[in-house]
């Protein structure tokens, strides 16, 4: 089946201005995670979703990232007022089931969304 | 917290070549996940194996090997007889029960050259 897919691939942005960056994860997945991944490092956390329930968002760095899936499938992230320092890969991943029990299941990567900020 | 340590930036070698990348984790959890992905140069993310805290066994894909040492805190990958299409940046990671979230490590640049 389809894998995880992101749009657009690649995004300029001038400072200041508010992007839209969205996820569409594998059919059926109820976990979806961002991740932002600066030039030459490892992908770092954002935000994690289950369903349409936000139950983790301690990776955003500021209050000018936001992320919602209000469906509990497709998930946007919005950057408000862009920075330079927001430059970065925004990953999207999502996994099959996350039960009670906080089983951790293996996470599916789309291709990224390249965000540059001039 | 949970930390990853990959020590090498980037290695090179020529193809057919054995090549092992390091890689070190912290985590005071008793239940954790380790993971390894491949991210070649279109920038996907490539799940390449899953191992459970519980599971020291090694493994073994095809040219892929996987050895797990919870005593030195270690999960190192092996490629044997490495091909110019294993250049890739590989990444290992980390997840706890509850965390859910993966902590990667900084990434190791593979080149294989022919």
């Known amino acids: 089946g389809a894998g995880v897919s992101q749009s657009p691939r690649y995004k300029v942005a001038k400072r200041g201005q508010d992007v839209a960056l969205r996820c569409d994860p594998i059919s059926g997945h109820v976990s979806l995670f961002w991740y932002q991944q600066a030039l030459g490092q490892g992908p770092e956390f954002l935000t994690y979703?289950?369903?349409?329930?936000?139950?983790?968002k301690s990776g955003l760095p500021s209050d000018r990232f936001f992320a919602e899936r209000p469906e509990g499938s497709v998930s946007t992230l919005k950057i408000q007022r862009t920075q330079q320092e927001d430059s970065a890969v925004y990953l999207c991943a999502s996994s099959q089931y996350t039960g009670t029990s906080g089983r951790t299941d293996t996470q599916y990567f789309g291709p990224g969304t390249r965000l540059t900020v001039l | 917290a949970q930390k990853v340590t990959q020590a090498q930036t980037e290695i090179s070698v020529v193809e057919k070549e054995d090549v092992t990348l390091d890689c070190v984790y912290e985590?005071?959890?008793?239940?954790?996940?380790l993971f390894w992905y491949k991210q070649p140069p279109s920038g996907e993310l490539v799940f390449l194996i899953r191992r459970n805290s519980f599971d020291e066994q090694n493994e073994i894909s095809g040219r892929y090997s996987w050895n797990f040492q919870k005593s030195t805190s270690s999960f190192n990958f092996t490629i044997t007889a490495s091909q110019v299409v294993d250049s890739a940046v590989y990444f290992c990671a980390l997840s706890v029960e509850y965390g859910n979230k993966l902590v990667f490590g900084a990434g190791t640049i593979l080149r294989v050259k022919s």
């Open positions: 985590t005071r959890d008793t239940t954790y996940y």
């Open positions: 979703f289950q369903n349409e329930a936000q139950l983790d």
